[in-house]
Antibody, heavy 117, light 111 residues
Framework: EVQLVESGGGLVKPGGSLRLSCAAS????????MSWGRQGPGKGLEWVGR??????????DYAAPVKGRFTILRDDSKNTLYLQMSGLRIEDTAVYYC????????WGQGTLVTVSS | QSVLTQPPSVSGAPGERVTISCTGG?????????VRWYQQLPGTAPKLLIY???NRPSGVPDRFSGSKSGTSASLAITGLQAEDEADYYC???????????FGGGTKLTVL
């Protein structure tokens, strides 16, 4: 059974940094493209970015609102996905989801990030 | 403003059939990219309902079906049940913008 468990969310001040983690199990993590998505309070779903498998180059792509501020990393030895966030803004407040890619994506349960002074 | 356009809300009585539309453009649905549909119950994570335009993951009832034609897609729910009350989102890839794009979501109310 696929399991994705996010952690690392919390309260951070504008301009601050935070690193989210996603522990994956139940599938061959190293072979899968992984993504992060988010959902602001009362808002719809938004794609944040993705990282390809190392076999496919391990490159990353980001949505325009986070490009240059967020970095996605993966540690295949630990089956763990990361989202390094810096220069956080109030509008980054959201539940952040780890997403297993592929034809039939699977979403984790999410972790809440609140950016507020 | 979402890249994919969905109606904000739809409603139906128990047992009825409802459809939710998703309209895109030449850089996403019209470019041949598949559409996925997610169901999000209140306070929970999105759950995949349909992938590859019309395929259901294991465990999703056959009351849910999807289709796509050109720059539009739709999700149909037959035999509506109270437990179907949720937000529904369509999603696809896009050439021009970010890699994934979403519809704004449709709130389904079971009357």
């Amino acid at each position: 059974e696929v399991q994705l468990v996010e952690s690392g969310g919390g309260l951070v001040k504008p301009g601050g940094s935070l690193r989210l983690s996603c522990a994956a199990s139940g599938f061959t993590f190293s072979s899968v493209w992984m993504s992060w998505g988010r959902q602001g309070p009362g808002k719809g779903l938004e794609w944040v970015g993705r990282i390809k498998s190392k076999t496919d180059g391990g490159t990353t792509d980001y949505a325009a609102p986070v490009k240059g501020r967020f970095t996605i990393l993966r540690d295949d030895s630990k089956n763990t996905l990361y989202l390094q966030m810096s220069g956080l803004r109030i509008e980054d407040t959201a539940v952040y989801y780890c997403i297993k890619g592929g034809a039939a994506p699977h979403w984790g349960q999410g972790t809440l990030v609140t950016v507020s002074s | 403003q979402s890249v994919l356009t969905q109606p904000p809300s739809v409603s139906g009585a128990p047992g009825e059939r409802v459809t939710i539309s998703c309209t895109g453009g030449s850089s996403n649905l019209g470019a041949g990219y598949d559409v996925r549909w997610y169901q999000q119950l209140p306070g929970t994570a999105p759950k995949l309902l349909i992938y590859g335009n019309s395929n259901r993951p294991s465990g999703v009832p056959d009351r849910f079906s999807g289709s796509k034609s050109g720059t539009s897609a739709s999700l149909a729910i037959t035999g509506l049940q109270a437990e179907d009350e949720a937000d529904y989102y369509c999603q696809s890839d896009d050439n021009n913008l970010s890699v994934w794009v979403f519809g704004g979501g449709t709130k389904l109310t079971v009357l």
